[in-house]
């Protein structure tokens, strides 16, 4: 028998819609942050209490509500933006749905107090439980100021999974940054624990915004966009700002996507700007940016997601054509763009430890760029941006032949091989790194895998037979054939010694000349509750308003990375986040010291001495795990007696068994 099907009641189906609009702190930033911007306001002013958790006030002087509108405002399904569904596809404001107040009114105290424009009194609105408790006149300034308290109050579940204060006044942060820098015109404040973050001077300069959120330095290596398109394409122009390639970070963070003056999350957008740098940014840096794109109308659904974060286009390949030449535009009237040079070979001295994947590790000489800037040494590949080669661990091989497939049973599996052999010519000294995700590996049969077989404790004894492509060991074992990437394995043994070194207290050395790092506000908001987990790992940083000083490195990271090392701290502190730093210190050292195990690891196109062959082997052998590098690529790949027979079909019919 069926079970019943019954009709939710009003307050479950308030909480359930509620969740699709407010999931954290920063989800009720945003709403109200729309709606003050959509009154009209020149200035306004964010400030929350412990990451947005215990208190949130927005304060705006737009136009303000009456009594009537007010009580309107808090009910679900109320707006002053939208007539009919024909809107949908021309709606030019950034919040329009009308449930934000009554969602938020749902699962949180709800505090109102407006006064129109011109109005003789203000009035004050308390919602408590999607219901209105009182409503009465008050004296206030024309405007209005939403606060929010007690969230998530009557759903403890959903506050149970809210993230430290320091983690979601990082959301919070981003989110008002971002409009801050789509909105130069407003003053844009945002407060924490009674303490400015940053404040936008609201004069019109979308530089000027930068600077206040990311600081002089940034805002003075901006270049601007501006192109209008009449070529069919499905922009009518791009408008924004563009860092120099060498003022870059190792995360997307600091890239701003708009669309027709809404701040969302548009990947297509982010992967054009990106792609348009080519070979001026080291794998994986990411440039700071703020691009405004003009769709026209019925160009992009903006109404996709619950909280209107993601946008989708109609032409999507047209808006990365379109964003991607309007970039390089910009760039090359800089002179900052060249078509020749290796990627990250433009990266300069002073720029920030690089990200994602290695270098081949080749010293080249040092070259003057196009705008007069002297380029560093080498730290990525030759390979051509794709975002795919940016969030993964494959770069291209010093040597430019392809990698030869080690089987020929399946298409996948001879990517597999290619990739992964592909991903060992890579520096760290130079480069620097982003901690990565860990790549998935494959065995033969398909199956995904990660580090050592649960099978295996030690090598097998192994005879050494030669060396294929001056990159794989082959060696014979009693079950067959097996193939040993030197660089993989070499990266295991110098993983595993640095990783010893590093083992209990961390051995700091003080630097004769400190390193002042400036910071943004999102990263000088990070230090401030980070700082002691940066010391656990031997980086003493004090803090400033905008600038911050390095007086302290690791000892083994001053010896691998000399000068670098102190400016790695400003890239570690996006790693604490998400997470408890108590727990993720381990994580990061671990990822650290992986990605500085490949620099001095033996590379691939290398010839080798017998000798040097069975001290790698022996060290492998002696490894907690010689299965895999700290990557998660395997050191070792199998090609059993009985796969071999069968390759050259040693049991076709008539053969008789026999083996000769």
């Known amino acids: 028998m069926s079970p019943d099907i019954r009709e939710l009641d009003d307050d479950t189906r308030d909480r359930i819609a509620a969740g699709e609009v407010v999931e954290r702190p920063a989800s009720v930033v945003k709403e109200l942050l729309e709606n003050a911007l959509d009154a009209d306001a020149s200035r306004v ?18 136009v303000g509500m009456s009594e009537a509108e007010a009580r309107k405002a808090v009910r679900e399904h109320t707006t002053s933006k939208l007539r009919d569904i024909s809107d949908l596809d021309s709606i030019g404001t950034l919040g329009f749905r009308g449930e934000a107040l009554h969602a938020i009114g749902s699962v949180a105290r709800l505090c109102i107090r407006t006064k129109p424009r011109g109005g003789s009194q203000g009035t004050e609105l308390v919602v408590s439980g999607g219901e209105v408790r009182e409503c009465g006149p008050v004296g206030c300034p024309e405007g209005t100021t939403v606060e929010v308290t007690d969230l998530f109050g009557n759903v403890p579940a959903r506050r149970k999974y809210l993230k430290t204060d320091a983690t979601e006044f990082d959301h919070v942060q981003s989110v008002v940054a971002g409009y801050g820098l789509a909105n130069p015109a407003v003053s844009v404040t945002l407060e924490h624990d009674g303490r400015e973050s940053f404040s936008t001077a609201g004069d019109g300069d979308r530089r000027s915004a930068v600077m206040a959120v990311y600081g002089r330095e940034v805002a003075a290596s901006m270049v601007p966009i501006e192109a209008d398109h009449d070529d069919g394409g499905p922009l009518a122009g791009v408008d924004g700002l563009i860092s120099h390639p060498e003022t870059n970070r190792a995360g997307r963070e600091y890239m701003t996507t708009l669309v027709n003056g809404r701040y969302v999350t548009a990947s297509t957008v982010r992967e054009a700007v990106v792609d348009a740098y080519g070979t001026q940014l080291a794998p994986d840096r990411y440039p700071f940016a703020v691009v405004d794109i003009d769709v026209p109308p019925g160009g992009v659904d903006v109404n996709v997601h619950p909280r209107k974060l993601e946008v989708l286009f109609a032409d999507s390949e047209g808006v990365r054509r379109q964003v991607r030449e309007a970039v390089e535009a910009a760039l090359l009237d800089e002179g900052l763009l060249r078509s020749s040079a290796p990627r990250g070979r433009s990266a300069p001295e002073q720029t920030e430890i690089s990200a994602g994947d290695d270098g081949d590790g080749e010293t080249v000489d040092t070259e003057l760029t196009d705008s007069g800037h002297r380029a560093r040494p080498e730290t990525g590949g030759g390979s051509t941006p794709t975002p795919a080669s ?5 770069d291209d091989d010093n040597d430019s ?25 890579r520096t760290t000294a130079t480069a620097g790194r982003r901690f990565r995700d860990r790549p998935t590996q494959r065995t033969f049969d398909g199956e995904e895998t990660r580090g050592a077989p649960e099978t295996f404790d030690r090598l097998p004894s192994l005879s050494v037979l030669g060396q294929f492509d001056d990159t794989y060991l ?71 308003d905008r600038t911050v000083t390095v007086t302290t490195v690791p000892a083994l990271l001053a010896e691998e990375l000399g000068g670098e090392a102190a400016e790695l701290a400003r890239d570690l502190l996006g790693e604490f986040v998400e ?24 590379k691939g196109n290398t010839s080798l001495r017998e000798g040097t062959v069975a001290e790698l082997l022996a060290a492998l052998d002696d490894c907690e795990n010689p299965y895999a590098c700290p990557h ?29």
């Open 474 to 544: 082959v060696c014979e074992s009693a079950d067959g054939l097996l193939l040993v990437d030197q660089h993989a394995a070499d990266e295991r043994v110098n993983y595993e010694r640095l990783r010893e070194r590093f083992a209990g207290d961390v051995t700091t050395q003080t630097l004769a000349d400190p390193v002042e790092l400036e910071v943004t506000a999102r990263e000088a908001a990070l230090l401030d509750d980070h700082s002691e987990a940066l010391a656990r790992l031997g980086f003493r940083v004090q803090g400033g």
């Open 632 to 660: 998660g690529r395997p050191t070792i790949i199998e090609l059993p007696r009985e796969e071999i027979e069968n390759r050259f079909e040693r049991d076709y019919p008539g053969h008789g068994g026999r083996r000769d």
């Open 579 to 602: 997470g408890d730093p108590a727990g993720t210190v381990e994580a990061v050292v671990d990822d650290l010291l992986g990605d500085l195990a490949c620099h001095p690891s033996i």
């Open 45 to 62: 002013t964010v400030s929350v209490e412990s990451g947005g958790k215990e208190r949130i006030v927005v304060t705006d002087d737009g």
């Open 390 to 394: 940016r969030g993964g661990d494959v």
């Open 401 to 425: 032949r392809p990698t030869p497939a080690l089987t020929g049973t399946d298409s996948t599996d001879s990517e597999a091989s290619t990739a992964a052999s592909a991903s060992d010519e």
